[in-house]
């Protein structure tokens, strides 16, 4: 079983603050190797914070937590997102020659909540975690600032849907304090809560809660129109991917509020810069904009999105 050392690592390496925070270490053969964020991917993430116990994934890169010697873990990890643990998924029979220093991948997971049962990272049952033990939480003891923390904490965007009954609940919620957040702490567990315990919950009154994807659109005329940005791992990027369509396209203008799509192309600009892959059947089949990433890149191109809600006569020039 993979597992992560809570203790510093051998030759100086530096560690997370918790178990759900620092470099990634993988255990095979008695001996323990750090991983090529170049093999490593969202959805890799995704398996190794369910892995630990924690929530998911709010940064995935290099450079965190002090490495010394280089990575030595030779194969690229392909999971899907759903796999039991990290040796559990498919890898790839090549082994990578090198990597450099400070390419090791730095995880860290949410260590308070967690959205479980729904459609993406960024929607389900609210989770709550104290004490090692996960407990859903009363909607009754949740309104939308409590929401608005939540979702900026699983580096979603702003709540979209809050309510009760969605997301296939079989027992009563555990949580009994309710939340006091203003909505702009950095954490629902840095929120006040009540001093009173609630007594009881019934089994349809958990928390569901659906934030919105963590993309906009830059350079048009407004926020309907432009070059698509999605926020991946604490930062901003332009999206390419030479095979959106107008209802790739239309995914985004939804998550938006600005109506369909009715223009996309590749836009070349003047020079290289950081942008993501993310591909179109991934975003097609219903998954989250976020969890389509297939690579992070440097190119001059990135895609442009008109929606319904912008006149295109404005946009194009």
């Known amino acids: 079983m993979r597992e992560r050392r809570p203790q510093t690592p051998p030759h100086g390496a530096g560690s997370g603050s918790s178990l759900c925070s620092g470099r990634l270490e993988v255990k095979l053969n008695q001996s323990w190797s750090s991983v090529c ?3 490593f991917d969202q959805q890799d993430a995704e398996v190794v914070c ?3 116990g924690c929530g998911p994934p709010t940064v995935l890169q290099g450079v965190l937590y002090g490495e010394i010697e280089a990575s030595t873990w030779t194969k690229l990890f392909q999971c899907g997102g759903n796999e039991s643990g990290l040796l559990a998924c498919e890898s790839s029979g090549s082994g990578r020659n090198s990597c450099s220093p400070h390419k090791a991948v730095g995880l860290t997971c949410s260590e308070s909540v967690r959205l479980v049962r729904g459609s993406s990272l960024c929607s389900g049952r609210l989770e709550v975690k104290l004490n090692q033990s996960w407990s859903s939480v009363c909607e009754d003891d949740f309104d939308q600032q409590d929401a608005q923390v939540v979702c900026r904490e699983l580096g979603c965007g702003h709540p979209s849907v809050l309510q009760g009954a969605l997301y296939e609940e079989t027992e009563s919620p ?3 304090k309710e939340f006091l957040c203003g909505g702009n702490e950095s954490g629902l567990l840095a929120c006040g809560s009540s001093g009173s315990d609630r007594n009881s919950c019934s089994p349809g009154k958990a928390v569901e809660l659906t934030c919105s ?4 659109l830059v350079g048009g005329a407004s926020g309907c129109a432009g070059i698509v940005e999605v926020k991946i791992q604490e930062e901003w ?3 390419v991917d030479y095979g959106w369509t107008l209802k790739t396209a239309g995914v985004v203008c ?4 600005c109506g369909s799509a009715v223009y996309t192309e ?3 600009v003047s020079s290289d810069r950081p942008v993501w892959r993310i591909s179109s059947m991934c975003i097609e089949s219903g998954s989250a904009l976020r969890e389509c990433e297939t690579s992070s890149t440097f190119s001059s191109s990135s895609q ?3 929606c319904s809600g912008e006149s295109i006569n404005n946009f194009i020039k």
């Open 213 to 216: 994807e963590p993309v906009r």
């Open 174 to 176: 555990k949580w009994t």
């Open 254 to 257: 939804r998550h938006l509020d």
């Open 237 to 239: 990027r332009p999206v």
């Open 266 to 268: 590749i836009r070349d």
């Open 37 to 39: 964020e170049d093999d």
């Open 304 to 306: 442009q999105i008109i």
């Open 50 to 52: 369910r892995e630990l």
